[in-house]
């Protein structure tokens, strides 16, 4: 079982859709959580991280963490063609960075 | 403000030629340093990681190798590249005190 698990899409929304992108992971020592937001050929760019259970809010970006189910959630609102790449989830342990293999969202105008 | 640089950003390399990527990081001090190969639909897997100065964790078994002469300097190298290394390598720094890993802009590899 690997210890990130993210589902790669594709997925293809509307403009304006809300976006729902989750991950879950099997490690309890994770504590630190991470959305980064990739465009082809390019390196991922943070969006939002978060170490505690609940909501973060960013814009239209939300992030949401359930410790308890071991279950985070990006929500983007509004959301924009420019929106259109690869999101990736990542947890920290340590040194160490836990990545998923990130979902591919397509937002058309 | 922290920025990381990699080059080149793309390169395309005979089977058997040698391959250096460079990566180097801007304000800060003693960062942990780390590469990574991304393929399609596998996510990013980590080859190397450095805590320190000459300080080298690898990962993955393969014919690269990395190095770190300086603080804030990576090297990623291949003596004999194969058509395996092809693919696009990320080079990412973080401190234990910033809980979050910044990449660079990555390195597309072809190897024919």
């Known amino acids: 079982q690997k210890e990130v698990e993210q589902d790669p899409g594709p997925l293809s929304v509307p403009e304006g859709a809300i976006v729902s992108l989750n991950c879950t992971y099997s490690?309890?020592?994770?504590?630190?959580f991470m959305w980064y937001r990739q465009y082809s050929r390019k390196g991922p760019e943070l969006l939002m991280y978060t170490y505690s259970s609940g909501n973060k809010e960013d814009g239209r970006f939300t992030a949401q963490v359930d410790k308890s189910s071991k279950y985070i959630s990006l929500f983007i609102r509004d959301s924009q063609p420019s929106d259109s790449a690869t999101y990736l989830c990542a947890m920290r342990s340590g040194n160490q960075f836990y990545f998923g293999t990130g979902t591919s969202l397509t937002v058309i105008p | 403000s922290q920025t990381i640089h990699q080059w080149p950003a793309t390169l395309v390399q005979p089977v058997g030629s040698p391959l250096s990527l460079e990566c180097t990081v801007e304000?800060?001090?003693?960062?942990?340093l780390y590469w990574y190969r991304q393929a399609a639909g596998r996510g990013l897997q980590l080859l190397f990681y450095s805590v320190g100065i000459g300080q080298i964790s690898s990962e993955v078994p393969q014919n690269l190798s990395a190095s770190r002469p300086q603080d804030r300097q990576f090297i990623l190298s291949s003596k004999k590249l194969l058509l395996s290394d092809s693919g696009f390598y990320l080079c990412a720094w973080s401190t234990p005190w910033i809980n979050t890993i910044y990449f660079g802009e990555g390195s597309w590899l072809t190897v024919v």
């Open positions: 490690n309890s020592a994770f504590q630190y």
């Open positions: 304000g800060t001090s003693n960062p942990n």
